[in-house]
């Protein structure tokens, strides 16, 4: 760990006034964190997110990322929004080619009319669209591919959604880039599909032919079919992978995961191993950009245990804690883990059914190992440090604070409205009757049933 420890700026979750709803607080962490001095005059900049899988209900808000589109063009940016295609693909996935990507995207609102930006797929209609970055420092992978439109950006807002991951426990900025930024050559690299024989089970499907019912299994046409290259027969005594003819797609696992089903998956140690090479393409996306050109934020709110590419959002690990701002990738999604760990569970949640106690590691227990792997991976190659500095901001209340961030400079009460107020009552009838209280005063506590 680096002695010298990395700010990052956080603001809490709780709002009670204009100045701390937490779209104000994001735009004001840009500037404390420094990310505007990332951008200079007509810069192109990539506003990285995950836009979320079709039926996904836990993924960024357009206003979230709105926010900081508006902030990128006050720098004297050109911003556009970002994300890429999807490796695997399943019966359902809705992220696979750019043009399903664009059609998911708009469904969540991430769209010119929302963000007054493009939304642009990073990877191309069938994610080849990349080029090669060598990581020769790369713990686990030696080369990667990253979508074009962010290799070719001058500056970039690696805008996070931060929530859990069943394969790489959680999902921050690290991942927004480590998976989210490379395209389906790059997500091969990611998912290590080229380590190893079918045997060691690392990129291969895993068949657990035990846990497989077999023709009984309600899922058994599903998983057939969901196979692009017929690798799958299911009989009745239960389910047989070709791996001659597997394309490692990761179909059959999702199939037959998402279902609850025991028949495909991943062998345990294939989770932390890919939190290393997530960490390792990271670095690759971090490459393509001169220094200084890279800003991190990330919102810890709806902080389900799955990420934002599985097609539902169940309750969350923990309330809403915040927004964080910083230059270093790795102090901020160490940050954002420290403090998720430290908030309360939710209640009826996966932590709470786990007993789960404030301070203890959420997504360790909800995804079986700690999100810490990454961090360490990603300090040892010198992406940044765990060693953080963390300065927390609370805006103040004052008359500026609160029209900073409004649409209008100009208040409402001053034009138009008064203009209105006038035209309405200059020289009309009164556009209604005035009629006597009747009692009304105290009569509204008969509805009150707790008096
Ligand atoms: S067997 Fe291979 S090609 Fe077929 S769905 Fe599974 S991972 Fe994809
Ligand atoms: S979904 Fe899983 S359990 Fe069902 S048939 Fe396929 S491998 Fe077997």
Request: net charge negative; glycine share 10%.
């Amino acid at each position: 760990m680096s002695d010298k420890p990395s700010k990052v700026w956080y603001a809490a979750a709780n709002a009670t006034n204009w100045t701390e709803s937490t779209i104000a607080k994001a735009k004001d962490l840009f500037y404390l964190a420094g990310l505007d001095k990332c951008i200079e005059k007509d810069d192109s900049v990539a506003v990285k997110v995950h836009c979320g899988e079709w039926n996904r209900t836990h993924c960024l808000r357009p206003e979230f990322v709105a926010a900081i589109v508006e902030e990128v063009k006050a720098c004297g940016g050109k911003p556009f929004v970002t994300d890429t295609t999807t490796l695997t693909y399943h019966l359902f996935n809705n992220r696979c080619t750019g043009q399903m990507l664009v059609e998911g995207a708009n469904r969540h609102g991430l769209n010119w009319a929302s963000l007054q930006a493009p939304f642009i797929v990073a990877d191309g209609f069938f994610g080849e669209d990349d080029l090669r970055v060598e990581l020769p420092e790369g713990n686990i992978i030696k080369e990667t591919y990253i979508g074009r439109g962010l290799y070719e950006a001058d500056a970039v807002i690696n805008l996070a959604h931060a929530k859990g991951h069943p394969i790489t426990a959680f999902g921050g900025c690290i991942k927004n880039f480590g998976i989210g930024a490379q395209s389906k050559r790059g997500k091969y690299q990611t998912h290590l599909a080229f380590w190893g024989d079918p045997e060691d089970a690392i990129g291969y499907p895993k068949v657990n032919k035990e846990g497989c019912k077999g023709t009984e299994c309600p899922y058994a046409k599903m998983c057939e079919d969901s196979c692009p290259e017929s690798a799958i027969t299911v009989a009745a005594e239960g389910v047989e992978l070709d791996y001659e003819k597997c394309a490692l797609c990761y179909s059959c696992q999702v199939t037959c995961m998402f279902t609850g089903m025991e028949g495909i998956g991943f062998r345990d140690d294939y989770f932390p191993l890919a939190q290393i090479a997530m960490s390792d393409a990271a670095l690759g996306c971090m490459k393509t950009f001169k220094p200084g050109k890279i800003g991190y934020m990330a919102y810890a709110v709806d902080i389900c245990p799955e990420c934002d590419c599985f097609p539902w959002g169940g309750l969350p690990v923990s309330g809403d804690v915040g927004v964080f701002a910083s230059k270093d990738i790795v102090a901020i999604d160490t940050a954002v883990c420290d403090l998720i760990d430290k908030a309360k569970v939710y209640p009826g949640s996966r932590a709470e059914e786990l007993g789960l106690k404030p301070g203890e590691d959420k997504f360790k227990a909800v995804n079986a190992f700690t999100p810490r792997i990454q961090l360490k991976a990603a300090e040892k190659i010198g992406m940044g440090t765990m060693n953080y500095e963390l300065i927390e901001y609370e805006p103040e209340l004052n008359p500026e604070n609160i029209a900073k961030w409004q649409i209008r400079k100009t208040p409402m009460t001053v034009r138009p409205m008064r203009q209105v107020f006038e035209n309405h009552h200059v020289g009309r009838e009164f556009p209604f009757n005035r009629e006597d209280l009747g009692g009304w005063l105290n009569k509204w506590k008969d509805f009150d049933p707790t008096a």
